[in-house]
């Protein structure tokens, strides 16, 4: 009898045994993802001697693009200047740590050089041809979550004109290009919304009129009575690739792509002449905090 449920027992025990084992071979086993040591080189940088900015991804895809001031030319002194974004360059990176060797390719192009700084805020490396060296510093990082609010922040693009708006509080949104003191707003409102990972959508809408009577007492000119308004609708699908704070200066910086329709109509309102307009399809854009003057 003894002997008879000591066999029981072992049998419980094998098929116990047994039971574990089978669980644990059919849980999926996930393996962390190797890190690449390209990503050392991810985030937002300022090249040496350059009005380009780096945004390399996490995977050493590079994107150069500038941000620039456009001074704008005009006989009243009633709008600000411009802000301009452009994609000036993309290119590969691959690192090999064993030897300190950097391969760019652009297009079918190769070059390689040799990495003799890199540390969390610099890199600097040699082109093994030309010997030509480009130190990198870090200013940011890349996205990986669009911002919660875009409030306070100037969304800059090609075209200045129609991109150009200021986001504030509660759903307002102004344009950014005229002063606000020869303005009259009739519609200003807006929506943003995150989406996954680094992704957002936003639209807008912003009607006003250049009040001749205010361009005038603006700037003291009686023969300066502009009458126009603009009525621009826009609609974007945005995806944010790199983050800038300026802890000295206390401003924020965004680059990113957008996708999407802005439609302008611009109406002569002297002559009754109405202009519309449509910009469509993917374009880079910045969205940073205004010059402390020009908010």
């Known amino acids: 009898?003894?002997?008879?449920?000591?066999?029981?027992?072992?049998?419980?025990?094998?098929?116990?045994?047994?039971?574990?084992?089978?669980?644990?071979?059919?849980?999926?086993?996930?393996?962390?993802?190797?890190?690449?040591?390209?990503?050392?080189?991810?985030?937002?940088?300022i090249k040496n001697a350059s009005p380009y900015q780096w945004i390399i991804d996490k995977n050493?895809?590079?994107?150069?693009?500038?941000?620039?001031?456009?001074?704008?030319?005009?006989?009243?002194?009633?709008?600000?200047?411009?802000?301009?974004?452009?994609?000036?360059?993309?290119?590969k990176l691959d690192f090999m740590p064993e030897d300190s060797i950097l391969t760019i390719t652009e297009g079918e192009q190769k070059s390689q050089a040799l990495v003799t700084t890199l540390e969390p805020v610099l890199i600097t490396f040699t082109d093994l041809e030309t010997e030509k060296e480009t130190k990198l510093r870090k200013r940011g990082v890349c996205c990986t979550a669009a911002p919660k609010s875009i409030e306070n922040l100037y969304l800059a693009a090609h075209r200045y004109k129609v991109h150009g708006m200021l986001f504030r509080s509660a759903g307002e949104v102004l344009q950014y290009?005229?002063?606000e003191e020869v303005l009259d707003y009739e519609i200003s409102e807006y929506t943003y919304q995150p989406g996954d990972d680094n992704t957002a959508h936003l639209k807008y809408h912003v009607k006003y009129r250049i009040n001749p009577n205010k361009v005038i007492s603006y700037t003291g000119n009686p023969n300066a009575g502009i009458d126009i308004t603009f009525d621009i609708q826009g609609e974007l699908d945005m995806t944010f690739w790199s983050y800038v704070y300026d802890e000295k200066y206390k401003t924020e910086l965004y680059t990113g792509e957008f996708d999407g329709k802005v439609t302008s109509i611009v109406t002569n309102n002297r002559t009754g002449k109405v202009t519309t307009s449509e910009i469509t399809g993917v374009k880079?854009?910045?969205?940073?905090?205004?010059?402390?003057d020009e908010e």
């Open 177 to 179: 290009y005229y002063y």
């Open 60 to 91: 050493g895809d590079v994107k150069t693009v500038s941000i620039e001031y456009v001074i704008s030319i005009s006989s009243l002194d009633i709008n600000r200047d411009s802000v301009r974004v452009k994609v000036n360059n993309e290119f």
């Open 1 to 45: 009898m003894k002997l008879l449920k000591l066999i029981k027992l072992s049998s419980l025990s094998i098929l116990m045994c047994a039971f574990v084992c089978c669980s644990d071979s059919d849980e999926p086993k996930t393996e962390p993802e190797p890190e690449l040591p390209i990503r050392a080189f991810e985030g937002h940088w």
């Open 284 to 292: 880079p854009f910045a969205m940073m905090t205004p010059d402390e």
